[in-house]
């Protein structure tokens, strides 16, 4: 399948999403948008992918919704764009895959909070990152005032949104909005790495994980715990659970499904 705003790479497990409209810093549109969710989906269907990346082309991961696709919005519009990328986000965070967000440049307003439906950022040193809707008389309607707060906490949320200022990469990593930093000449070499060791481990055990920590986020301390019990179980319903204890025994490494 060809696409207009996007490239679409799959190598060893690891699918790669490009968000690629490079001269206007990949600002995403209702074509971009739709070409993204049908990529979304091809992942999601094929069970060759074990590791989804997505990252830009060029100078920025994506800089936002598309600014000019504001003129003709009224409300419906506007709820109905903001609804539907609310869908992508949700679509990201149901993968039973992990997906890595890799912030290649700036990853500013709906371009963020994509990254922050992802299961984490990495970002190269030179990112720069932010929720600066408040600067054009909006708010973030992505996921912004909800998924950030959680990822950084409320005060350090609303001081970014309320101000609307970048940040680097390095004060993102300080306030847990980014996973690692790596230097940017290597940056996607080194997030591909990752990717390969996460293809090579158990399908089950990563899912659970992922799952676990999700399903479990919102959910009291008890009853989230019973929920990573049968998560925990239901690792042994696959063969990898025994393999991994073998390997480890047997001083290899495992092979997992
Ligand atoms: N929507 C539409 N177009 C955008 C865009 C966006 N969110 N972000 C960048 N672009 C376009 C610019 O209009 C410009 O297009 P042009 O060459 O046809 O004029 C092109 O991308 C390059 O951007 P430019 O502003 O010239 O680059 P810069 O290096 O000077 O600045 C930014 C980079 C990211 C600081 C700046 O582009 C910016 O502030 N973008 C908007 C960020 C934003 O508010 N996002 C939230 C939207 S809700």
Not at 99 to 113: D, K, S, T, Y
Not at 226 to 236: H, K, N, S, W
Request: proline content about 4%; hydrophobic content about 50%.
């Amino acid at each position: 399948m060809s696409y207009q705003t996007i490239l679409f790479d799959q190598e060893a497990g690891v699918a790669t999403i490009t968000f690629n409209r490079p001269d206007k810093l990949n600002a995403l549109n209702h074509e971009m948008l739709s070409e993204f969710k049908e990529a979304l989906d091809r992942v999601r269907r094929d069970p060759e992918v074990r590791v989804l990346l997505l990252t830009g082309a060029g100078r920025a991961f994506i800089a936002g919704a598309d600014i000019s696709e504001f003129l003709k919005f009224g409300p419906l519009e506007a709820r109905a764009f903001a609804a539907s990328a609310h869908e992508a986000g949700f679509v990201l965070e149901a993968l039973e895959v992990p997906v890595i967000a890799c912030v290649n440049g700036f990853a500013l307003g709906g371009g963020l909070e994509m990254a922050m439906a992802c299961d984490f950022i990495y970002a190269a040193d030179s990112a720069r990152m932010g929720q600066p809707e408040i600067n054009l008389g909006l708010i973030p309607g992505f996921g912004g005032t909800q998924r950030l707060s959680r990822l950084v906490g409320k005060g350090a949320a609303k001081e970014l949104i309320l101000t609307g200022r970048m940040l680097g990469a390095a004060e993102a990593k300080t306030l847990g909005l980014v996973a690692q930093v790596f230097p940017a000449d290597t940056f996607m070499a080194d997030c591909r790495k990752v990717a390969r060791s996460l293809a090579a481990k158990g399908r089950v055990s990563l899912r659970a994980a992922k799952q676990a920590v999700d399903r479990g986020f919102d959910l009291d301390l008890r009853n989230a715990c019973l929920l990573e019990v049968d998560a925990f179980a239901l690792c042994f319903a696959s063969p990898d659970a025994h393999e991994g204890a073998k390997a480890f025994l047997e001083k290899r490494q495992p092979n997992f499904l």
